[in-house]
């Protein structure tokens, strides 16, 4: 009973994370949108690539592939995410089930139609996870940031990072969002205030 209880309040912690990251990309432009017809919403952070690996621009695709985010659905093949899954009693391994996926991997809950060909759970949390769905916004963001932003490009706040950095997931050991935001920043200096 009381390992069903805490089940239960994890759960609530993971949906209520899962709301909140809906609520303030829909508050952005971007939460309830829908892809276009024929076009899915999440392409990959490899679709990212091409232009954000320059060190120009920032290297910000070289900087998301060393950090940890990158390997997060890396970490549910491990015997310890194994051993977290079975404390849970989750009904599936951790690198399959929805309540690991939400937070280990970018779209991770999504239907596979708003799934691009480019996009690959292995890349973890990536570009979109925090910046929201890409395919509408992708090829106007460097040129019209503003047009970009109306069609769903987010630039995530502390709401965002506690969506799965929170008390609900079964691993966690305290947020410290500023040190967070440095460990993961990757500024593109064409785009830096003047």
């Not at 017809?37 to 990212?48: D, V």
């Not at 060393?66 to 310890?80: I, N």
């Not at 970018?106 to 769905?133: L, M, S, W």
């Not at 490009?153 to 506690?162: F, I, N, S, T, Y």
Request: overall charge positive; proline content about 7%; some cysteine.
């Amino acid at each position: 009973m009381k390992k069903a209880i805490c089940l239960a309040v994890a759960c609530s912690f993971l949906a209520g994370g899962a709301w909140l990251i809906a609520a303030r990309a829909s508050e952005s432009g971007s939460g309830g949108k829908k892809a276009s017809a024929g076009k899915a919403a999440y392409i990959g952070s490899q679709s990212c690539r091409g232009c954000h690996t320059s060190p120009g621009r920032g290297a910000q695709f070289e900087i998301w592939r060393a950090s940890r985010h990158a390997h997060a659905y890396h970490t549910l093949l491990a015997d310890s995410a194994k051993a977290v899954a079975q404390k849970l009693q989750l009904a599936q391994p951790p690198q399959e089930a929805p309540e690991c996926l939400r937070c280990h991997v970018t779209g991770g809950n999504a239907k596979p139609e708003v799934r691009g060909p480019k996009f690959n759970v292995t890349e973890g949390v990536g570009c979109e996870a925090c910046h929201g769905p890409a395919a509408e916004w992708k090829n106007v963001h460097m040129r019209d940031p503003e047009k970009a932003r109306a069609l769903g490009m987010l630039h995530p706040d502390e709401a965002v990072c506690r969506g799965c950095h929170n008390p609900g997931s079964p691993t966690f050991a305290g947020f410290d969002y500023a040190a967070a935001r440095q460990a993961i920043a990757h500024p593109n200096p064409t785009h830096a205030p003047k």
